[in-house]
């Protein structure tokens, strides 16, 4: 495995939320405008997903699934190359910790997708 804990392969997406550092989010809902792809796992926590202009969950202007909310929707806000002009975050991840961690989402999005995904596999 490899030396630097930041880039270990991590087993569950609950690893990966835990490597986002903390926003001071507004909840103005502006980013909830464009289309997610959340992993299955993600999609049955929120109890499903859709868009139509904006994210289903976006409701009276604010996240009706914030505890619960995907991986992107963690990221937005937490990084260098993915800053939001109206939060800020405790610590910016690098453009390769960003890199990384996408890298690491879509791998285990991937693997969901290709099992397919079932209720108890929710992470805990
Ligand atoms: S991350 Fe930024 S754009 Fe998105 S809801 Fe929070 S303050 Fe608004
Ligand atoms: S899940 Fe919440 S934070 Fe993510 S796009 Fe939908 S409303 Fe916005």
Redesign the pocket.
């Known amino acids: 495995m490899n030396e630097n804990h930041q880039f270990q392969t991590l087993k569950s997406i609950a690893e990966l939320y835990k490597r986002i550092p903390n926003t001071k989010?507004k909840g103005c809902?502006k980013?909830?405008?464009?289309a997610?792809q959340?992993a299955p796992e993600e999609v049955c926590r929120?109890g499903g997903?859709s868009?139509d202009g904006?994210?289903?969950?976006?409701?009276d202007g604010?996240?009706?699934?914030?505890e619960?909310?995907?991986f992107?929707?963690r990221l937005?806000g937490a990084s260098e190359v993915l800053q939001c002009d109206d939060c800020f975050a405790d610590r910016y991840l690098t453009a390769e910790e960003t890199s990384e961690l996408v890298r690491q989402f879509v791998r285990l999005k991937t693997e969901q997708e290709g099992v397919g995904h079932n209720n108890d596999t929710v992470l805990n």
């Open positions: 989010c809902g980013c909830c405008q464009h997610i959340p929120m997903y868009w904006k994210c289903v969950h976006l409701v604010g996240c009706a699934v914030y619960n909310r995907p992107v929707c937005f």
